[in-house]
């Protein structure tokens, strides 16, 4: 799996999504156009909430084609990084801020065959992801405090995700950011001229039936803010 930083990518967060039909809600969202099954994984230690592990996204794998895309909320995600992959996720990243030896968190998740990501809470500062780069294949920027769904935008990451932004295009380096936090039609094209290409949206999309309406409106408002700003 290749992610292209010229493409605006939709990711629904299952976190919102009904719990009791949840195979139902992703089939539903494929079929509205999405392009990625964002996963919220956490373990009630380093968020305040627990959702779901790797047994049950292994029984939610066989109903879609859509790469998995697991953004692990746990103080011990290297532990899990393997059952993650065996149960089908494609994508894994890792808080910035538990990992105490990141390239061999990062590391890990390659040589267990997903692609690699970074994620930094809204008050992190990116500096240290210069030395990284290499070892990424995305890096995910939250614009709230993880643990729930349905949070306001916190309005300095636009800032961060600029400046983000600028650091890559010096470094000559096609990473894409995701960003993920109260994101949805109302501030698409805003996040995508500051340099964001993933969208994780979970309340604006779950909670405002038909997905397909929704989805197609952030696609469409994202790819006319990033024309001139794509990279050659
Ligand atoms: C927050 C999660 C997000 C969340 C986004 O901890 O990482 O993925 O579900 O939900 P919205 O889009 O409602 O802010
Ligand atoms: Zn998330």
Redesign the pocket.
Known sequence: MVLDPNRILIAP?L??ADFSRLSDEIIAVEEGGADII?L?IMDGHF?PNITVGPPVIARLRDCTRLPFDA?L?IEDPDKYAGPFVDAGVNMISVHIETQVHLQRSLALIREKGALAGVVLNPATPIQGLRYILDDVDFILL?S?N??????AFIPAVLDKLRDLSAMLRQERKRIPIEL????GPGNTAEVVSAGASIL?????IFNHPPYRDVIGRMKEEGKMAQGGFAYA
């Open positions: 967060s976190l919102s964002h919220d968020v953004h909320m939250m709230v993880p643990g729930f769904g349905g949070q993920d936090g109260g994101v994780v949206a979970g309340s604006a």
